[in-house]
């Protein structure tokens, strides 16, 4: 009979265990968990904020136990792996003991950034990634003595919280270390339409403003000290300086470790029979060739699946690392598909525009990003869900590489040609 150890029980792991457990009904399955939270889905933290959905919908696979009763799983809760023998296949934990195992998955996740400034400790100052810190700042903002707010880093998340506080009506500032928004992710004219569109709602966009400290104001509120010397005071201050990999507990044991743990093609590592999934690894990036660390839920959730079918034994490919990130902000959507840094000069660049509209798809690089005002003429509805009917249909085939580019270089393409013809 099979021994199976999953290290941390989010989406990565989840998706492990189910794979194992359907192809292999006998196997033991140890998951640790560093908490007794259900696992839950991060990305919904935020719609729990803006109290568009309630408590319960944050943990998509139930409670803890109902999860592991389903999975035939033994769970284990508050019991962190604090390191790994990987010759021996060994778990190590903080009492002491040691667990030995036929296959290990490390699906540690990630946790928010919090760089050791001053300050960040005061009460009034927020991250934004665990079902805890979302808890606590929707506490704070229900409360209702929140007016101002500044939240730093105009990251996926930055942008969310800000939606959450300018929906209650609280004011709000923008600030991110970089010249632009989104900096890294999107090209200059998306970050220009992006930071217009949050203009539109009220929101100050303060870039090139890196954080240097966080002090108490002599009015009680919290002020925001940037490098410049321009100060931000505020009732509340939430940090969205992106996430560290979990992998601190692998220090020196052996397994290859660059920004994330380094996994083939079948996500396991540089040791026989451990492997990686979700957050916490690097996999190639078919874009690039180069290993990517990519924190989305769907990356996790396949990684988890092909780590988990060859851990019972049943050898699988995951083909399919690509950069893919949807915003929706305000009222406003955009899409980034493809690697920034792949395009190439003298790669053919297709723009379409309008005053509601924005596609800019690069042909040779094959990367695509879209702006667009939500709920706008069907046309332009239209334009996005061919963009996720194409790339979900590449994403649903076999994982393919060629697939894969092929649908992120034609999608631009394809939407370039609708959008001409549709609105001449
Ligand atoms: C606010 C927010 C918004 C997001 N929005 C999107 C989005 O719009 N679209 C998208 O695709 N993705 C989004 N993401 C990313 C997505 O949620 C993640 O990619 C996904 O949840 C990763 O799953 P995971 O299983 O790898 O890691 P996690 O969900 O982080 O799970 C890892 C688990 O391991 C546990 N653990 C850590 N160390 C140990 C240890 N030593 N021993 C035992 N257990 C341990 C952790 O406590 C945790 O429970 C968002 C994330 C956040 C925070």
Known sequence: MKKIAIIGFGCAGYHAAREVRRLDPKAVIDVYS??????????????????????????PFGAPQEAAGRLGLNLFPNRAVTGL?????????????????DGILISTGASAVVPPLPGLDLPGVFKMRTVEDAVSFKAALDGGTIRRALVIGASWVGIK?????????????????AERVFSTAVFPETARRIERGLEARGV??????????????????????????????????????????NTGFLKDCGIAVNRGVLTDCHMQTNYEGIYAAGDCCEAADIQTNAPRNIG?????ARQGTVAGSNMAGDVREFGANLLVNLGHYLGYSFVSMGDLTACRPEDEVLISEDSRFY????????????????????????HQERFYQVHRKSWGGAGSPDRLLAAAAGVSCELYQLFRRETA
């Open 34 to 59: 560093d908490t007794e939270t259900a696992a839950y889905n991060p990305m919904l933290t935020t719609y729990y904020v803006k109290g568009a959905i309630p408590y319960q919908a944050m943990f």
């Open 85 to 101: 023998k990987p010759e021996e296949r060994a778990l190590c934990f903080g009492d002491g003991t040691q667990q030995v195992y």
């Open 161 to 177: 919280a800000v939606e959450d506080l300018v929906l209650r009506g609280i004011a709000c500032t923008l600030a991110d270390g």
């Open 204 to 245: 100050s966009v303060a870039c090139g403003q890196m954080l240097d400290h966080v002090e108490r104001a002599a009015d009680g509120a919290l002020a925001a000290v940037m490098q410049s010397g321009r100060r931000f005071e505020a009732d509340a201050v939430a940090v969205c300086l992106g996430v560290r990999t």
């Open 296 to 300: 989305l839920w769907h990356n996790a």
């Open 359 to 382: 596609l800019c798809a690069v042909r040779g690089g094959r990367s695509a990003q879209m702006h667009q005002r939500d709920r706008d003429a069907g046309v332009q509805r239209s």
